[in-house]
């Protein structure tokens, strides 16, 4: 499986991405975000880092690069693509998944361990996996998610929240939400299922020694889809 | 042609909560003001040349409509005035 890693100015964890990927047995490139061509990968990742500084807004740069055009290409083929921390930023500013990440609610920027519950596994990053708690890493200061209450009603009832924020044993408390995001997502998907984005970080805990293995389940899962391919199942 | 300066205001639509407004207003209140609500944005000045004052707008619109203002969250206002 060839999977694209993008890089923009300020993209930091693409390397890290590119490392878990060869653990799961995956091919990753690297590719500079101002010639991308996507075509001939299997899946496509906008991993996390500062583009462009967060100026103006998190994402909104790197959101008008030659790369989101290559993007959106590759969404109407239903190509898989997730974005991590500041990749879903960028997919919500280019519009390939809805709402938006504001500053967390207390202001503070968060670096830290949290649980999150899978609700939709009908996305190739989640296929199987519905129903785990999983614990990821988190590094961000604007992952609080909003949108209009018809959105939030529509994404709920369409089943496109993928990861939730909750405690331990599953429950989504107000104390397990790092950053006051609305409903305490964490992480959903398109309508499809083929574009998923989500705050923390799988890239880090995808070994013993980094503290954590289950970001190693969704990249799992992605080389897992191949076996399968076929275009995305849409979400119930 | 001529020098247009436009003056691009970007504030969070009113249903948005806005912590940095929040912080703001708190802040003040420790001053001792009777703060009763506080709203945070930003200012971006663009100076272009344009053959008019309404193309001058109209290009003013279309930077916030594309890039300086995210419609899910945020409103913007335009201000054009001629050098």
New interface residues.
């Given amino acids: 499986m060839r999977i694209a890693v993008l890089r923009f100015p300020g993209t930091w964890s693409e390397v890290d991405f590119a490392h878990a990927l060869s653990l799961v047995g995956a091919e990753a490139d690297i590719l500079w975000h101002a010639d991308a061509d996507l075509r001939g990968y299997d899946a496509a990742i906008v991993p996390g880092g500062f583009t462009y500084g967060d100026y103006?807004?998190a994402g909104?740069?790197a959101a008008?690069s030659p790369a989101a055009a290559e993007l959106r290409r590759a969404d109407r083929e239903g190509m898989p693509i997730l974005g991590s921390c500041n990749g879903f930023q960028i997919l919500?500013?280019i519009g390939l998944l809805p709402?938006?990440l504001?500053?967390?609610?207390?202001?503070e920027f968060r670096c830290d361990w949290v649980h999150m519950r899978i609700e939709n596994d009908h996305t190739p990053f989640t296929a199987g996996l519905r129903g785990e708690i999983v614990r990821m890493p988190i590094a961000h200061g604007e992952g609080c998610w909003?949108?209009?209450d018809l959105t939030l009603a529509r994404i709920e009832a369409n089943g496109q929240v993928v990861f939730r924020y909750t405690d331990e044993r599953g429950a989504a408390t107000v104390e397990s939400n790092p950053n006051?995001s609305t409903a305490n997502i964490a992480g959903l998907a398109n309508t499809v299922g083929n574009v998923v984005g989500l705050m923390p970080h799988p890239e880090r805990c995808s070994e013993e020694m980094l503290g954590g293995t289950d970001g190693r389940k969704v990249l799992e899962a992605l080389t897992a889809s191949r076996h399968n391919a076929q275009a995305p199942v849409p979400v119930q | 042609m001529t020098d247009f300066v436009a003056t691009i205001r970007v504030r969070p639509k009113a249903e948005v909560r806005d912590p940095q407004g929040e912080a703001v207003a708190g802040a003040l209140r420790s001053l001792g003001m009777d703060v009763a609500d506080v709203r945070t944005g930003k200012e971006i000045v663009v100076r272009f040349v344009a053959p008019d004052a309404s193309a001058a707008r109209t290009v003013a619109e279309k930077m916030g409509d594309e890039l300086l203002a995210n419609p899910v969250i945020e409103e913007f206002a335009v201000e054009v005035a001629a050098e």
Avoid at chain 1, 102 to 107: F, G
Wanted: proline residues 0%.
């Fill in positions: 103006l807004r909104a740069i008008i919500c500013e709402g938006a504001v500053r967390n609610r207390h202001l909003v949108a209009d006051g």
